[in-house]
């Protein structure tokens, strides 16, 4: 089926520092999402993206974190500055339209934050 | 908000029997339900989805029930083979936003 990458696959990095990761979503898709799953628990949503702008975020997605997609290149997620409880995975999605439509995973990015 | 459970967390079988993995939501808004597989190391796969409107959809060897009055969903998998090994997600997710709400998931062991 249709692949999502992401880059890089782990990272390591220290407490207050900045994060971004990247995604690159399937060609033709316009809605993207990030999850983020701490070891051992549920993957939960953070945010989702269409049209340059979120539409809607949980409240995982703190003031720290941020999205954007600059002129159809990667969709990344940034955290800055970093903290502790902010290691994970963290999936990036895409899909066609919202909805009800079939979101496509990326592999994830396995950040640690020390 | 929505919250999703599974039941069972693991289930190991031998190769051909079938296995149920059982699922219930809490948000009556909730209206689509799409499953995934995702075995070791590698990203979560879309298997089979279902939605609010409908009672059962089939595909191949996966049979997934709906039932809309008790908020529970059951993914039917028969003649198993140990390439099923995986761990399976329900998800839902109403019409509006598309951010899926995920169980814990389904450890599924198939010996050969």
């Known amino acids: 089926g249709p692949k999502v990458l992401q880059i890089p696959s782990h990272q390591i990095i220290d407490m207050g520092q900045m994060v971004t990761l990247n995604c690159d979503p399937v060609s033709n898709h316009l809605y993207f999402y990030w999850y983020k799953q701490i070891l051992g628990q549920q993957m939960e949503f953070l945010v989702n993206f269409y049209n340059g702008k979120v539409m809607e975020k949980s409240k995982l997605f703190k003031d720290q974190f941020s999205v954007e997609r600059p002129d159809g290149s990667y969709f990344t997620l940034k955290i800055q500055p970093t903290a502790l409880e902010d290691s994970a995975v963290y999936f990036c999605?895409?899909?066609?339209?919202?909805?009800?439509?079939?979101?496509?995973f990326g592999p994830g990015t396995r950040l640690l934050v020390l | 908000g929505e919250q999703v459970e599974q039941l069972p967390s693991s289930l190991i079988v031998q190769e051909g029997a079938s296995v149920l993995i059982n699922c219930s939501y809490t948000d009556s808004a909730s209206v689509y339900f799409p499953w995934y597989k995702q075995e070791p190391g590698k990203r979560l796969q879309f298997i089979i989805d279902i939605r609010s409107n409908m009672e059962r959809k089939q595909t191949q060897r996966l049979t997934l029930l709906f039932d809309k009055k008790t908020k529970h969903l059951s993914l039917h998998i028969t003649a198993t083979q140990p390439g099923d090994s995986a761990i399976y997600f329900c998800s839902a997710s109403n019409n509006a936003g598309a951010k899926l709400t995920f169980g814990g998931g389904t450890r599924l062991t198939v010996r050969p």
């Open positions: 999605a895409s899909s066609v339209r919202g909805g009800q439509d079939t979101q496509y």
